[in-house]
């Protein structure tokens, strides 16, 4: 079992700047790769960014390359989201989830474990 914790959303003004947090707890940390994924209302959950289990490899969503970085650091269990040049289309609920394996996975039916979310509003 991993299990995931969300943290650093809130209320921040189009062209703002927010980072979140995944701590991680349970089994070995840096076997998983660790993703970013949210839903806004009455939307899927769509794919953000990931990271693979070494660091080495990441992915993001078109819509979010450039102004979203992904990042991890294994000796505290934490995957991190910086998000730049935040826009009100940005605004929903932020996910991480960590999925088994050595790929970076955009698809989420590959991530076995998720957290509860933290919500990111940003307003124009």
């Known amino acids: 079992q991993v299990q995931l914790v969300e943290s650093g959303g809130g209320l921040v003004q189009a062209g703002g700047s927010l980072r979140l947090s995944c701590v991680a707890s349970?089994?070995?940390?840096?076997?998983?790769?660790l993703g970013w994924f949210r839903q806004a209302p009455g939307k899927e959950r769509e794919f953000v960014a990931v990271i693979s289990w070494s660091g080495g490899r990441t992915n993001y969503a078109d819509s979010v390359k450039g102004r979203f970085t992904i990042s991890r650091d294994n000796a505290k269990n934490t995957v991190y989201l910086q998000m730049n040049s935040l826009k009100s289309e940005d605004t929903a609920v932020y996910y991480c989830?960590?999925?088994?394996?050595?790929?970076?996975?955009?698809?989420?039916?590959?991530?076995?474990?998720w957290g509860q979310g933290t919500q990111v509003t940003v307003s124009s």
């Open positions: 349970g089994r070995t940390f840096s076997r998983y790769a």
């Open positions: 989830g960590a999925s088994s394996g050595t790929s970076v996975p955009m698809s989420r039916y590959e991530y076995g474990y």
